[in-house]
């Protein structure tokens, strides 16, 4: 058991959460998202240990595990698999570089709740033992190897943009991010007079993961459908509206509906960029509604809880926009709400939510800030 009180650290490195402002479940489709990294962060505190092994303790978990570096496999231990998945994977692009080490992780970024915990445990241990053993790795090396860490240790076939956020997030900058190319802008985030405020549900539904990977399949069916006719697009995203309305007839409702919301999501988060821009923050905020409703009614990955929040600010003149953040089946809505009234959304919120459902939200106040670095 390492000793966290007496524990000397030779690398601290800080890796936050993200939020997601418009673009869901659109970087595996190849398109733009806008996230950011935030001041909700994972620290973890590394030192060498002379050995083959690694030593890992979370103070979230409150356990710890060993495992040896010749022998990197999948342990039944969901959060244990983020860890050795990046281990894995260094390895695959460094081999034999990694000595043994022990790392201590404790964190302000809640779990299950839509902010990518993580995205930032991955990034975080990936810069950790880079930094560690100066491995050399590129940022993008260090975003692919984390989702693929995901893909193949966790099981979920996420897209790139949480990693993407974890490590590119620039202080009061939104990431303008093409997901096919991954060039990207960053955006000064300044919403006048609203702020971000999170309410999360403290609910994850159990289906978030395998509901994940039905998307991408579902998303796969419609791409190639609609390739036996137009060969040349290699994502859904590049489907124009109206193409994409000759397959109404065509697929079976549901894929329809699918493909449907990722070709409108896309156009959406463009015009939201295009609106905040111009300093059009209304406007920006009634793409997220919109982006709520094809979440709700055309992808399905909303719930009743998130829902019951969205529906909650629509009649709040000083709320301008709110929609479901991140994968869905819980976590948490993203809001813009006036700088003034954040704590009078807060308390009808929490009250209304609670005489609702019986369980109590959390709100949470982000500011945007940078991405995974040493301290
Ligand atoms: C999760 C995944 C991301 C992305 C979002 C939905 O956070 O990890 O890659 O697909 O869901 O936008």
Redesign the pocket.
């Known amino acids: 058991m390492l000793n966290i009180e007496t524990f000397k650290s030779e690398v601290v490195i800080e890796s936050p959460g993200r939020i997601?402002l418009i673009?869901?479940?659109?970087?595996?489709n190849g398109g733009f998202?806008l996230p950011a990294a935030v001041d909700k962060k994972i620290r973890l505190r590394l030192r060498k240990n002379n050995s083959s092994s690694c030593t890992i303790y979370s103070s979230n978990f409150k356990s710890s595990f060993t495992i040896v570096l010749d022998d990197l496999v999948r342990k039944e231990v969901e959060w244990q698999n983020y860890i050795i998945g990046v281990l894995f994977h260094i390895n695959v692009l460094k081999p034999n570089t990694i000595e043994g080490f022990d790392c201590i992780i404790e964190s302000n970024l809640p779990l299950g709740s839509?902010i990518?915990s993580?995205?930032a445990l991955e990034c975080g241990i990936a810069k950790g033992v880079n930094d560690l053993f100066n491995l050399g790795l590129s940022d993008i090396e260090i975003i692919k190897l984390s989702?693929d860490a995901?893909h193949t240790f966790v099981g979920?076939k996420?897209?790139?943009?949480?990693q993407f956020a974890v490590v590119k997030g620039k202080k009061e900058h939104l990431i303008l991010l093409n997901c096919e190319t991954l060039d990207y802008e960053l955006i000064k985030a300044d919403f006048r007079d609203y702020k971000i405020v999170l309410l999360n549900t403290n609910v994850s539904h159990s289906l978030a993961s395998s509901e994940?990977n039905v998307r991408r399949d579902e998303c796969d069916t419609a791409l190639t459908a609609i390739q036996k006719k137009y060969p040349n697009f290699q994502f859904l995203t590049e489907v124009p509206v109206k193409i994409m309305k000759e397959f109404k007839a065509i697929l079976p409702e549901k894929i329809y509906n699918r493909a449907l919301y990722v070709t409108q999501e896309n156009k959406r988060t463009i015009k939201a960029v295009k609106s905040l821009k111009k300093n059009n923050i209304e406007k920006f905020g009634s793409y997220l509604y919109k982006s709520h409703y094809g979440l709700q009614h055309l992808y399905e990955v909303s719930c009743t809880e998130l829902d019951f929040l969205v529906n909650l600010t629509r009649d709040l003149d000083y709320v301008i926009g709110s929609r479901m953040m991140?994968?869905?089946f819980g976590g948490c809505t993203i809001n813009l709400v006036h700088k003034d009234k954040a704590e009078d959304l807060i308390t009808l919120a929490s009250a209304s939510y609670e005489e609702k459902f019986n369980i109590q939200l959390s709100a949470i106040q982000t500011t945007i800030s940078d991405g995974v670095k040493q301290l």
């Open positions: 997601n673009g869901e479940h659109i970087d595996y998202v839509g990518s993580s995205a989702r995901e979920t996420c897209g790139i943009m949480d994940y991140g994968g869905g």
